[in-house]
């Protein structure tokens, strides 16, 4: 049986899986297909700058080295804040009751870049938390799946009779006033699939 | 700051910019004397020393096994732990040559895995900066209803670049604000069509959200490709 984080608001205390939200499960996925003049299946490997060396995957590592230049074993490193001071460890929402708070609103919600969806599967009745739901809309909680330095934000919604965590990272955008514009990043995004989307 | 061309509901279109914000990390790892490390990417096997190339050359998982007992055909001595740099995709085929023309195919498939349509791939241009602004299609969702019909995974912020499009901007922000509604956008002659934000990117659904405090504004396009739906 999969492990339940047991989430807690005020006196109410609830147990649910989690079950992740993949688009493909929701509406199928695309893949692109390459075939060479003999309709034999092409794939893609990287190319090292030597112009001859071919690497597949599994064929590239990724090692910590010190100044110089000697392989560090990542166990031995220590975790710091940017200003110098030691990390703090956050458990993962496995191993600790994970506290609901009402403090943040659709809004804050509406802000947060989100990185992954899962559903909430009950074994028992989830009629007291879809209240809480209905009177809040949202509940925020810190999420680490597995222990971790900095944790993600997560707010717990419904949609009709099933509950969702949503996870992301909550983002402070400034208002943009006629003397100060607001500065942001740029971005570009990996090409990705083509599928319909009936929304509407 | 990336551009975008974007119409009001009057249909008067202004070029205007827009991006995201990004977190910065917060953690940093260092060694126990305070020192800092920095990662970089090595060559374990190159593709004739890997799993396929050498099943090939030996037959079968017994003769493989045993070569790699007595001849090391995994390890390249003279190459294996050599820091890479920058690589480059290459396509190959079935017998690690690359190929120079190809056929591409999109294969789109049903969520149990079957294969809905099988089409040529056809390039998608960006059309965010393009003849047709995007446009407000009418289309109102009140806040309280969107914010948990769809994903919206990605934010970005829409902001002016001089005093006039100030006063483009803040005036849908405004008009949002006072209904409390995302207004969904959408591109193309028509105004009917999804974001697709740069070159063969994914399509997205877009919806507007505008806030006011006094004379500043926060317009905020939610951008999603997945509704909020059970799996259960």
């Known amino acids: ?200 | 700051m990336r551009k975008i061309k974007i119409a009001n509901v009057q249909k008067r279109d202004a070029e205007i910019v827009f991006g995201g914000l990004f977190r910065k990390p917060i953690i940093q790892y260092t060694l126990q004397d305070g020192t800092k490390t920095r990662n970089i990417k090595v060559l374990k096997s190159d593709l004739k020393r890997q799993y396929d190339a050498l099943f090939n050359e030996y037959g079968s998982d017994e003769s493989l096994s045993k070569g790699i007992l007595e001849e090391d055909p995994e390890i390249d001595l003279n190459n294996v732990g050599k820091i890479i740099g920058t690589t480059q995709k290459v396509l190959i085929n079935l017998d690690n040559k690359p190929v120079y023309k190809v056929k591409i195919t999109e294969v789109i498939y049903n969520v149990d895995g079957s294969i809905k349509d099988e089409k040529p791939f056809t390039t998608r241009n960006q059309n965010i900066l393009s003849e047709y602004p995007i446009s407000w299609t009418g289309k109102q969702i009140p806040i309280d209803e969107a914010y948990n019909k769809f994903i919206f995974a990605k934010k970005y912020q829409l902001t002016h670049n001089n005093g006039l499009t100030f006063d483009f901007l803040f005036a849908m922000a405004k008009e949002l604000h006072e209904k409390k509604v995302m207004m969904l956008l959408a591109a193309g002659a028509k105004g009917n069509e999804p974001l697709i934000f740069q070159e063969n990117g994914r399509p997205y659904r877009a919806f507007l959200e505008g806030r006011i405090i006094d004379e500043s504004y926060l317009l905020i396009m939610h951008i999603s490709n997945l509704e909020l739906k059970p799996i259960l």
């Open chain 1, 1 to 200: 049986m999969a492990r339940e984080p047991r989430f807690v608001f005020k006196e109410a205390a609830f147990n649910a899986a989690l079950v992740k939200v993949d688009r493909n499960k929701v509406y199928g996925w695309s893949e692109i297909k390459y075939e060479d003049s003999n309709q034999q299946i092409c794939s893609f490997i990287n190319m090292l700058d030597d112009g001859k060396t071919m690497v597949g995957t599994g064929g590239i590592a990724l090692k910590s080295i010190d100044e110089l230049g000697d392989e560090i074993d990542k166990s031995t490193l220590i975790a710091k804040y940017m200003d110098d001071t030691d990390a703090v460890l956050y458990p993962s929402v496995f191993d600790v009751d994970t506290v609901l708070s009402d403090d943040k609103s659709i809004s804050d919600y509406l802000s947060m870049d989100v990185k992954s969806v899962y559903q909430l599967q009950f074994s028992e009745s989830n009629e007291s938390i879809l209240e809480l739901l209905k009177i809040h809309k949202v509940l925020y909680f810190s999420f680490n799946y597995r222990a971790g330095y900095d944790p993600d934000d997560a707010f717990l919604l419904h949609q009709g009779d099933n509950i969702f965590a949503v996870i992301g990272r909550l983002t402070n955008f400034s208002y943009s006033s006629l003397e100060i514009p607001s500065v942001l990043d740029d971005e570009t995004e990996e090409a990705g699939d083509d599928l319909d989307f009936n929304m509407f």
